[in-house]
C-alpha cells in the first residue's frame, strides 16, 4: 500500500512541475522495485556471510525494506505542504524514527 502511495506522490508532485507523462509512474515503479530487489539480496546475502545463527525468513526482511515508503511518503506530504525546508527537516525526523524501530524490532 505504501509502496503505491509512493509511485502516486512522486507522479503528483512531478505533475505540480508541469513535467508528467504517464511513463514516469512506470519507471519509478520499476526502478524502486529493482532497487528493493537489491536491497533484499543485499540484506539476505549480510545475514548468510555474518553466518547469523538464526536468519530472519525472507519473507520479514522483504516487509521491512518495504516500510521505509511509510517514512518517504510522509516526507513528500510534508514537501508537498510545507515546502523543500521542511521536507528535509522532516526526512531526517522520520528517518531517524525509523531507524529506532528497525533497530527495536
Not at 525494506?65 to 513528500?76: C, G, I, R
Request: some cysteine.
Amino acid at each position: 500500500m505504501a509502496f503505491v502511495t509512493y509511485i502516486l506522490l512522486i507522479g503528483y508532485m512531478i505533475g505540480l512541475s508541469g513535467r508528467f507523462n504517464p511513463s514516469v509512474l512506470v519507471v519509478t515503479a520499476t526502478s524502486s522495485f529493482v532497487f528493493l530487489f537489491l536491497e533484499n539480496i543485499v540484506l539476505n546475502l549480510c545475514f548468510y556471510l555474518l553466518a547469523s545463527a538464526s536468519p530472519p525468513p525472507v519473507l520479514d526482511t522483504v516487509s521491512y525494506t518495504f516500510y521505509k515508503f511509510v517514512s518517504v511518503n510522509a516526507s513528500l506530504v510534508v514537501d508537498i505542504l510545507f515546502g523543500y525546508t521542511a521536507f528535509w527537516a522532516a526526512s531526517v525526523t522520520f528517518g531517524l524514527s525509523m531507524g529506532m524501530f528497525m533497530v527495536s524490532f
